[in-house]
Every structure is written in C-alpha cells, then in structure tokens.
C-alpha cells in the first residue's frame, strides 16, 4: 500500500479534488455576474441633469419694420445737348467728374454765328436811321399842313412810314438778340450741379443743335444728394398700412415722412436714412404693387443711381415687446418653440408666435411670460420633461450688455 504505486494514486486524487473545487468557484463568480446582468435599468446609476444656460425674456419698446428691394435713381437728371449747330472747338470737363451749376462743358465754333450778329447789328442801324428820317419827314409835314401847301394825305403817308419804320428797327433788333444768343450757345454750360458722365463729342467733330428736332447728345448729369430709392409695395402690405391707419397706429406715407432705413449690397446693417416721399395713385395691374419712393441722404455721395438696396419701412406704432436670442428658437414640424425651465428645472416645449428681429433679438408676440427662464446655450442637450441644470446669463436674453 505504501509503495510508489500508492503514493501516485493518492497524489492524483487530491489534484482531482483541488480541479472540482476550481470550477465549482467559476460557475458561481458567472452566475453572480449573470444576475446582475439581470438587475433592472432603474437600479443603474442615473446620469447627471445636463447644463444648460438661461434667460428671461428682455422686455423693451419696439417698432415693426417691413423690408423691400428698391433701386436708386436720380432726384434729376438732363441729358446735355447743344441749341446750335457746327464743329466742336474744346471739351472742357473732366469724365466723371462733379460739376457745378454754370460750368463750361463744351465750346463750339462761334465765328459763323459772330458773322451773323455783325450782320444783325447793320440792319439794326440801318433800321433806327430809317426812323429818324422819317420822324422828320412827319414833322415837315405837319408844318406845311398848316399852311395848306401839303394835304392831309400826305401827312397820314409819312405817319405810317413812321410806323413802319419802327417796326422795322424792332425786328432789326430782335434779330441781333438772336444771333448774340446763338454765340452764347456755343459755350455748352451744366445746367445744375451733379455728377458729369463721359463726353460723348470728341473736338472737331459736327453736331446738331436743337432747331432741326435732331440735336446731338453731348452727356449727361445726373445729382446724387439727396437720391431716391424707388421700390414696389405689394397688395397685401399696401391693405395692412390701410387699415394701421384707419385704427390709428400708424401714420399714412401720402400725409406723414414715414421713416426708412436703407442697407446696401453686402451690408447686414442699415447704413442710410431717409423718409417717404410719394406713393403712386394706383397699383399695377400686371404685378399688384404699389410703386413708392423715399427721399435718401447722400452726403458722402457712395450711392450712385442704378444701384439696388434694401428698404426697411416703419410697418407699426412703438409697442411693448418680449425679446430672445433667435437662436434660441427652434422647429417643430410646421410651429416655433422655445424651450423653458419650469420651477422644478424640467424642460417645457412652448410653441411661440414670432415677429421681427429687432437689433439681433427675436420679437415673441405670443407664447412666453416675462418671467420664464428659456434655454438660450445648450438647446441640443435638452429634452422635454427631463430635468436640466440651468445657469443664468450674465446679460439678459443672451444679449450685448
């Protein structure tokens, strides 16, 4: 029994033993892990309320405005073309430049009309010396008369060659104030202050003037302050600003100078202000607009007439107005909302009524109280009904302090 037979067998025996033990203790270290598989969800670690930032509504006086696409043009603008005709002589502007009212633009050849006057200024002295002669001739007359050595006849014949003859000296003198007005003519001035186009008539070329209804365009001036801006009015808006007036919240543009804000190509901010100056008398058939102008200031002269802008029209009266971040408004579906904080920092989905932007807030019309806290930072981790960790805003409604 004792021999190295028997001391294997035991050995052996007990590794046996040791091995059932090992895989006893496994099978209950994996049932143990299998229920706590097992445990429900509510049992596990909740996770902790997401951060979010909050504001309450800023409460401030507010007008609507109504946006358009206008176009600038000229308050005036003349087209240059010369009274008379010949050779241009000079040009004596710069393209492009501003002139003022007066200022020499082109000058073309006077001699022929200088040779008109002299000859207009020779029929005028031969006129008055055909009056003088016959101004004598009636005074002789009215002296024989007297004494019966001329007849009446005569008398009244040499009264009106008096009378003729006058006429006479004033044609003679009409025509000389023409043809000193011609040479006048030749010297093309600006007709009033603006900004000149380029010259369309080199020297020394022919052109027409006015008398033959075919004159030659020589350029064109156009003012640039103030300018106007002319946009298009929609039916709908036109009916609104209607009946805003008829209730009487807002003046009519026909009475009042409505104010409007005007913001060029590539700017998000209105950089010039004017007022309404005319509304049309009927709406266009073919488009159902209202065409409108407005008067603008120029003074740094950037805006040139062509030029297309954006019109921001007084659309209300000043009212009472709660403002948030428009970045705190979301969609849902077909409606807007705003995300707040209940008493009990739970998420609520509020739908809301929009209104304007208003110096980079949002008007809320309908929906919200002054006193609700809206999530304004952190709106893609909050989820209705679960509780979140708000933070205040050090400026109101997110805004600029």
């Not at 008379?84 to 001699?111: C, H, K, T, W």
Request: charge should be neutral.
């Amino acid at each position: 029994m004792g021999g190295p037979d028997g001391s294997e067998r035991l050995v052996k025996k007990h590794d046996f033993v040791q091995l059932r033990r090992g895989a006893l203790a496994g099978l209950l270290i994996a049932a143990f892990a299998l229920a706590g598989c097992d445990r429900p969800a509510s049992q596990a670690a909740a996770p902790p309320p997401a951060p979010v930032t909050v504001a309450q509504p800023v409460k401030r006086t507010v007008t609507d405005w109504d946006e358009f696409t206008g176009r600038f043009e000229a308050v005036e603008e003349v087209q240059v073309r010369p009274r008379v005709g010949g050779f241009v002589n000079s040009v004596e502007f710069q393209d492009g430049a501003i002139v003022r009212q007066g200022d020499l633009l082109y000058v073309i050849d006077p001699r022929p009309f200088e040779a008109v006057a002299t000859q207009a200024e020779g029929q005028l002295s031969d006129a008055r010396a055909r009056v003088e002669l016959a101004k004598r001739e009636l005074d002789r007359g009215l002296s024989l008369v007297q004494t019966s050595a001329v007849s009446e006849q005569v008398v009244d014949q040499r009264r009106q060659a008096l009378q003729a003859a006058h006429a006479a000296e004033t044609q003679a003198e009409g025509a000389l104030k023409a043809a000193k007005l011609n040479i006048e003519f030749t010297h093309v001035t600006a007709p009033l202050t603006g900004r000149v186009s380029r010259h369309l008539v080199s020297p020394g070329n022919l052109v027409q003037g006015s008398d033959n209804g075919t004159s030659t365009l020589l350029t064109s001036i156009v003012t640039l302050d103030p300018i106007y801006i002319y946009f298009d009015m929609d039916e709908a808006t036109f009916i609104k600003y209607s009946k805003l007036w008829f209730e009487g919240r807002r003046p009519s543009s026909r009475d009042t100078a409505n104010p409007v804000q005007v913001s060029l190509a590539g700017e998000t901010k209105p950089s010039h202000e004017g007022a309404i100056n005319f509304l049309d008398n009927r709406l266009d058939v073919s488009t159902g607009t209202l065409r409108s102008r407005a008067v603008v200031k120029n003074t740094d002269l950037s805006i040139l007439p062509g030029q297309f802008g954006r019109v921001r029209l007084i659309a209300s009266a000043p009212y009472e107005a709660l403002l948030i971040p428009d970045a705190a408004v979301a969609t849902d579906q077909s409606r807007k909302i705003v995300f707040v904080v209940k008493p009990d920092d739970t998420v609520e989905a509020r739908p809301v009524v929009l209104g304007p932007l208003d110096e980079g807030l949002r008007v809320i019309r309908e929906g919200l109280k002054p006193d609700d806290r809206v999530i304004v930072n952190g709106i893609q981790r909050a989820r209705v009904g679960a509780k979140v960790a708000p933070q205040t805003a050090q400026t109101p409604a997110g805004g600029k302090s």
